[in-house]
């Protein structure tokens, strides 16, 4: 009877915990909470404010059948627990970084060092982190390269994956995968930081020139340029068409300019006639009735023409 006991005992007791095992594994899988933060000053411009946010959101339904920026929302609430003061779309589903940035503009009215609340929120569900005197890290921003690299390493763990890698240049840097989590996660990261990251993408830099007009302002005014007498037989005649004197040398000008070059093209001579009529163009700019652009256009319709005969036309 003994024996026949011990063997039910046997055969029950991994039903038993796998019953108990099930609610473990259950609650792992819908897992739905933030797991700290930290707040820095001065990431694009100073006073301003990040918030780095470590959470975990895996919860079911919504988990896998819909996108997380859809479902959830990170957000920054008054000391309340009630007041919205921002928020932003979950990056990204399962164990992550995320962020909520400030600007300078934006927090002069808050109180750094407060209590303020960390709420991931959705439809029917929310959880929240109350941020500590501790997670006030100030504008020192190396102390975020480590709160990356260490979160990094947690997600190692977590998802079974290589998430850095060690440089003989940064040291101990986000690889190209983990480089895309920490980007998606905290925006920007990779232009403000980028000794955190193996690989960094940007752009040309391009620095807008300064220019002035001041050869333009030497050049005597169009009426000036021409003298009365023309400048009167213009303005007469562009106010029988209700344009200014202006107008009617310019369109003289053009008369002029496509004349000689038609005249040459029908010849079968078209560059040597683009060339022939520039000077028209150029006496066009001095006497103030066409703008230096279109001159440069037609320099560049001469040029291309010119490179077509010597170049192009032989190949």
Not at 92 to 119: F, M
Not at 154 to 160: A, I, N, V
Not at 202 to 226: F, K, N, Q, R
Not at 266 to 278: C, E, F, N, P, Q
Request: glycine share 8%; proline share 4%; with cysteine.
């Amino acid at each position: 009877m003994k024996d026949k006991i011990k063997l039910a005992v046997l055969l029950l007791l991994p039903l038993l915990l796998l019953s108990l095992a099930t609610p473990l594994v259950t609650l792992a899988a819908n897992e739905f909470t933030i797991k700290g933060a930290n707040v820095y000053s001065g990431y694009i411009e100073d006073d301003d404010w990040l918030i780095v946010i470590k959470y975990h959101n895996v919860l079911e339904p919504y988990y896998g059948n819909d996108t997380s920026k859809n479902a959830f929302r990170l957000q920054l609430v008054d000391t309340d627990n009630t007041t919205i003061i921002a928020q932003t779309p979950l990056p990204a589903w399962g164990y992550r970084p995320g962020s909520i940035y400030l600007s300078a503009t934006t927090v002069a009215t808050l109180e750094w060092g407060s209590n303020y609340v960390i709420k991931m929120n959705g439809t029917a569900n929310e959880t929240y982190y109350t941020l500590t005197a501790a997670d006030w890290r100030g504008s020192e921003l190396s102390i975020l390269d480590d709160w990356c690299l260490a979160l990094a390493t947690s997600l190692e763990t977590y998802d079974s994956t290589t998430y850095t890698t060690v440089t003989t240049e940064k040291g101990l840097v986000l690889n190209e995968e983990g480089g895309v989590i920490f980007v998606t996660g905290i925006p920007y990261l990779d232009s403000v930081r980028p000794n955190l990251f193996q690989i960094v993408t940007s752009g040309i830099p391009y620095e807008e020139p300064s220019w002035t007009s001041a050869y333009w302002d030497t050049l005597p005014s169009w009426d000036e340029a021409v003298g009365p007498e023309l400048a009167s037989t213009l303005n007469s005649t562009g106010g029988l068409i209700n344009v200014s004197g202006q107008r009617v040398g310019m369109l003289l000008v053009f008369i002029l300019w496509a004349a000689i070059a038609t005249t040459a093209f029908v010849a079968g001579h078209g560059t040597a006639g683009m060339a022939l009529s520039l000077p028209v163009l150029i006496l066009g700019v001095y006497f103030g009735f066409i703008p230096f652009a279109v001159m440069g256009v037609g320099i560049a319709i001469v040029v291309a023409l010119l490179a077509r005969e010597l170049w192009w036309s032989k190949t």
